[in-house]
């Protein structure tokens, strides 16, 4: 068959769709089960599945919020009572001064950054323009969202090592250079898959920097504050109409329902607006009608701050105690958990690339995901890329040790 270009991109298969294949698949060829350490699950937290059971039942009962966000077509912008509770809550919350018009919805933030990369990026006339991202590794998702040739452009980070296991990446901010092709900035904060928080002062230059050139900055707040608030260090956030900030109810606990939010001025939010009329008629309103009274009276922020961030916490460091003593005296290290759920674990003097450990390890039964995918933009022969691996700390703790030390076998026979 014939397909288009655009059809054919997706075809030699994506990073984002074998990551996405791998997370359905539970069982391996030979019956086994398997470790699950890939994909991008959050946990299974009780006190939110049980506030989001009690929040469905009493949706059901009211038949007004169900025929307003259900039984009929909701508004391209999304759900109105939910965007009026959230705007409501952020300038509590953070003292903004947002209204309506600065809030779309979409069916997740994957689906946003589709639809913003696109907007921002790519022909403008005679010209290709592109998204920096200060620093790689950065999120996987972005990669191969370009309607037409690649868009992004990226640079190595630096290197901090911390003892004997553990390093952290920082921007290089005296090489980083906005070329006049650039037309924005885009970071993810905490960063999937390191588990890196940009600090405050690198988010303050990255800020100056976009304004100076007039190209928006993009913060993907898929983990931040303030929910989930997946985030173990102090960090800040600040909103203007040059930052274009991005939120998912995903790592809340709802990945399933399909919910992103994106905040930013409105001439932004109105270009989302129409090409959500295009490719979806509306955004999913059923999470957000179900979920809104918590954004009403606030107890979103209760839950994040009570039971999301805490077990995260706790599991960041227990992740990181199991990878130190699964890898004590091997050549590894792992990249400080500053926020998300993720450990992003750095082999090197490995021998073989990041796919052949993926699949080695994959045959024994443990599932992570190849680092190699996690460097949108940096074309640079970099052996790095081909050094890593990111493993997800969400899940069942026995599976997360097994797994370490069955990644320490292997890094134990290649190095
Ligand atoms: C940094 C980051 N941004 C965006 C997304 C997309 O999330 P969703 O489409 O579920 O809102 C993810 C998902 O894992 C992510 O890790």
């Not at 655009?6 to 997370?23: P, S, V």
């Not at 919350?93 to 069916?107: A, D, F, G, P, R």
């Amino acid at each position: 068959m014939d397909f288009s270009d655009f059809g054919n991109k997706f075809r030699g298969g994506t990073g984002i769709a074998e990551l996405m294949q791998d997370l359905a698949s539970t069982q391996n060829a030979d019956g086994q089960p398997l470790h699950e350490l890939g994909g991008g699950n959050p946990a299974q937290i009780p006190e939110i599945n049980a506030t989001y059971a009690n929040l469905l039942h009493q949706y059901a009962d009211n038949p007004v919020g169900f025929s307003r966000s259900s039984a009929r077509y909701g508004a391209p912008q999304g759900e109105k009572s939910f965007i009026t509770s959230l705007v409501k809550l952020l300038n509590r919350h953070h003292n903004w001064s947002i209204t309506e018009q600065n809030v779309v919805l979409t069916n997740g933030s994957q689906n946003a950054f589709f639809m913003l990369f696109n907007l921002l990026a790519g022909k403008h006339g005679s010209e290709h323009k592109k998204i920096l991202l200060p620093m790689a590794p950065e999120y996987i998702g972005y990669e191969d969202v370009a309607l037409g040739d690649s868009i992004f452009v990226s640079q190595r980070p630096i290197i901090d090592t911390i003892g004997e296991q553990q390093f952290k990446y920082r921007v290089d901010i005296d090489n980083l250079q906005v070329s006049s092709d650039i037309s924005g900035i885009c970071v993810s904060r905490p960063t999937n898959p390191t588990g890196n928080v940009l600090s405050n002062d690198e988010i303050k230059w990255l800020d100056e920097l976009a304004s100076q050139h007039d190209i928006p900055l993009i913060i993907d707040n898929a983990y931040g504050a303030p929910f989930p608030n997946i985030i173990n260090v102090p960090c800040s956030l600040h909103w203007h109409n040059n930052i274009v900030l991005t939120l998912s109810l995903s790592k809340f606990g709802l990945p399933g329902t399909r919910t992103g939010i994106v905040i930013a001025r409105p001439e932004i939010i109105d270009a989302l607006t129409q090409m959500n009329a295009v490719m979806n008629l509306s955004p999913t309103a059923l999470c957000a009608g179900i979920i809104q009274p918590i954004f009403e009276d606030g107890s979103v922020l209760e839950l994040s701050n009570r039971y999301i961030q805490p077990f995260y916490k706790q599991r960041a460091s227990d992740a990181m105690e199991w990878f130190e003593t699964a890898f004590a005296g091997l050549p590894a290290r792992a990249h400080k958990i500053e926020g998300a759920i993720f450990l992003w674990l750095w082999f090197p003097q490995i021998t073989i690339s990041s796919a052949e450990l993926y699949q080695r390890l994959k045959k024994r039964h443990v599932v992570v995901v190849p680092g190699h995918y996690f460097f949108p933009g940096l074309d640079t022969d970099w052996e790095h890329k081909q050094q890593c691996i990111r493993v997800n700390i969400s899940g069942n703790p026995d599976s997360i040790k097994t797994g370490l030390n069955i990644i320490a076998d292997e890094i134990r026979t290649l190095t």
